[in-house]
């Protein structure tokens, strides 16, 4: 279903993949700095959740600019906490690189706002740029350190944008509960020598469904 979703005095284009079922829960999904929101890393995740339950808004907004893409990010929140269409218990934001940050961002600025209400269950990191290429020395990491949320990353363990070991150091100071899914070898954009991009789609794909799962059966417990 598409949507046109206000942004200021303008609008983002988002589509809507809906499972049959009314769904419970949502996904807030966005692209990193080049592309949009038809980037098939994203064009495949949302199908999976739909085909599983999973409600799946995906968004583009093509500003460079992570203060810029984090205010967009917001007013696609807020349009799906207040549909009439779609009532759900929960969103989990996620995004591709920079949609990451930004997606990060929201869930800082939120959880520090008096009206934290508990919409927001946690941050699905796609490929988390965590320091530019070669500048291993500035960590792009102060969301994440901010975040009591539960957090996903899935990370190739050859990203030329986030180091392992230095991802791994970040994720052990975090104060939220997380979890690293390493694609082997796979580069930023998720590349692998030697394997389809379907298939390492279908691991991120049953990876992202499987913590979504166990996150929201942790909280009806």
Same mark, same amino acid.
């Given at each position: &279903?598409? &949507?046109?979703? $206000?942004?200021?005095?303008? @609008?983002? #284009?988002?589509?809507? +993949?809906?499972?049959?079922?009314? $769904?419970t829960y949502g996904v807030v999904l966005t692209h990193g700095a080049g592309g949009d929101m038809n980037f098939p890393h994203l064009v495949s995740l949302a199908a999976h ?17 992570? /203060? ?6 917001? /007013?696609?929140?807020? @349009?799906?906490? =207040?549909?009439?269409? @779609? ?18 961002? %929201?869930?800082?600025?939120? +959880?520090?706002d008096d009206d934290d209400d508990g919409f927001i269950q946690g941050l699905v990191c796609l490929s988390y740029p965590l320091h530019r290429p070669k500048l291993l020395s500035?960590?792009? #990491?102060? #969301?994440?350190?901010?975040? +009591?949320? $539960? ?14 070991? =230095? ?10 509960? !997380?979890?690293?899914?390493?694609? #082997? !070898?796979?580069?930023?954009?998720? /590349? ?7 298939? &390492?789609?279908?691991?991120?794909? /049953?990876? %992202? ?13």
């Open positions: &279903v598409k &949507v046109k979703i $206000p942004f200021g005095n303008k @609008y983002l #284009d988002a589509i809507f +993949s809906v499972p049959e079922k009314k $769904p959740l739909a085909s599983h339950g999973v409600l799946c808004l995906r968004f583009t907004c093509k500003g460079l600019n992570v /203060a810029y893409r984090s205010k967009a990010f917001k /007013a696609v929140v807020e @349009y799906l906490k =207040l549909s009439d269409d @779609y009532k759900l218990s929960g969103v989990f934001l996620a995004g591709r690189s920079m949609g990451s940050r930004a997606a990060a961002s %929201v869930i800082r600025q939120l +959880s520090q500035k960590l792009r #990491d102060e #969301d994440l350190l901010l975040i +009591s949320c $539960p957090v996903l990353f899935v990370s190739g363990s050859a990203d030329e944008m986030c180091e392992k070991q =230095l991802l791994e150091g970040v994720v052990s100071k975090m104060k939220a509960p !997380k979890k690293i899914h390493w694609i #082997d !070898k796979a580069n930023h954009g998720m /590349a692998v020598k030697g394997r389809t991009t379907n298939d &390492v789609m279908e691991e991120i794909n /049953a990876q %992202v469904l499987s913590w979504l799962r166990e996150n929201v059966q942790l909280q009806h417990k």
